[in-house]
């Protein structure tokens, strides 16, 4: 979504992946980045897999840096169009309670949204297998919950984060059947709940893990709206950036 927001503001765009580049070869990051800045680039708009490469480069070059996902580490733009989606159907995010569901210590969208949704006034829970969150949670001011019914049932919002099998080194838990069978949302469980509640998801949504497809295409979803609304969040975040171009 970020090419599409770029170009909808008719920006020109260069893709450019470290697979198929010279890092590949040994080349630095650094090096790299400013091999690219030499050709008068203005923005650079980075998902890298390592914690903290966009914030290490911000320190090192002159050119605004937009983080699209560092590793486990933060992924800010989800945060903001995850509350720019709770904003649309509520009014505001201050005063509502959100619950965030999954695999909290592997995830880069739970951390920006954390932050994003406490400093905006809102309460939040995370809720997961205790083998599936950081140790540093109690840290962070948020409400800890490992029964997802309870949790449900406490909050306004549920936002649904997929096992990142990709990134787990070790076994979290026995087999995604048995993670499923006791953190997986259905719709049943959304429509005996005494309240409407919305359901979000960062995608890619893994059905029969952590959503059933009931759930996931209810009316309770805003799953699409999410997508929508990330085009729109990313032109904004560009277009802002782009006014104080270095």
């Not at 984060?161 to 995604?176: D, G, T, V």
Request: glycine letters at 6%.
């Amino acid at each position: 979504s970020f090419e599409l927001a770029q170009k909808r503001l008719s920006a020109d765009v260069i893709n450019f992946s470290s697979s198929s580049s010279s890092v590949k070869k040994g080349e630095t990051l650094l090096d790299t980045v400013n091999n690219i800045l030499a050709m008068k680039v203005d923005m650079i708009v980075m998902r890298h897999a390592s914690p903290g490469a966009p914030h290490f480069l911000s320190k090192h070059i002159r050119a605004n840096i937009v983080n699209a996902g560092d590793g486990t580490h933060e992924h800010p733009t989800q945060a903001l169009l995850d509350s720019f989606s709770i904003r649309e159907k509520f009014g505001r995010v201050a005063g509502r309670k959100v619950a965030i569901i999954g695999d909290i210590l592997h995830s880069r969208v739970a951390l920006s949204n954390i932050f994003a949704l406490q400093k905006q006034g809102a309460e939040v829970m995370v809720c997961g297998p205790v083998t599936l969150l950081p140790r540093y949670i109690g840290e962070l001011g948020v409400r800890v919950e490992l029964d997802v019914r309870k949790a449900l049932q406490w909050c306004d919002v549920a936002n649904v984060l997929r096992i990142q099998l990709e990134r787990q080194q070790i076994k979290y838990f026995p087999s995604l059947r048995e993670y499923s069978l006791y953190y997986g949302i259905n719709k049943a469980m959304l429509d005996a709940l005494d309240k409407e509640i919305l359901l979000m998801h960062p995608g890619p949504i893994n059905r029969g893990v952590e959503l059933t497809s009931d759930a996931a295409d209810s009316h309770h979803s805003v799953i699409l709206n999410q997508v929508e609304n990330g085009v729109a969040v990313r032109m904004a975040v560009l277009y802002l950036l782009a006014q104080t171009a270095v």
